[in-house]
């Protein structure tokens, strides 16, 4: 079992992310079973102002390589990813072509 954190901003748009919000109420069965398929067990989405942050938690068998591949070849999910597209911009200091970002773990209380 891995576990990752991923960060995105959103448009800072009241009516936006209440929009991006209702989509999130209930995915496509396409959809999720695209991130299931990938060997993600569970996945959770926070919000803070304009701020998403992305818990994964992921099966031996996931890889990001593996997945991107997957959604590239998966007309719902690209349908799905350019619906969203709308509703999202990039974390300052990301690269053109990353949404999710993922984060480094600096500190562990275990």
Same mark, same amino acid.
């Given at each position: 079992m891995n576990r990752y &954190? =991923? &960060? =995105? /901003?959103l448009v800072d748009e009241e009516a936006s %992310?209440?929009?991006?919000?209702?989509?999130h109420e209930r995915i496509p069965q396409e %959809?999720?079973?695209? %991130?299931?398929d990938a060997g993600i067990t569970s996945m959770e989405i926070f919000r803070y102002a304009n701020r998403l942050i992305m818990e994964m938690v992921t /099966?031996?068998?996931f890889s990001f390589e593996a997945k991107a591949k997957a959604d590239q070849e998966s007309e719902?999910?690209?349908?799905?990813e350019n619906l969203m597209n709308q509703f999202q911009q990039r974390i300052p200091g990301s690269k053109p072509t990353e949404k999710w970002v993922l984060t480094e773990r600096i500190f562990s209380l275990n």
């Open positions: &954190i =991923l &960060i =995105l /901003d %992310i209440k929009q991006y919000e209702a989509y %959809i999720e079973k695209s %991130i299931r /099966d031996e068998k719902a999910v690209q349908a799905w």
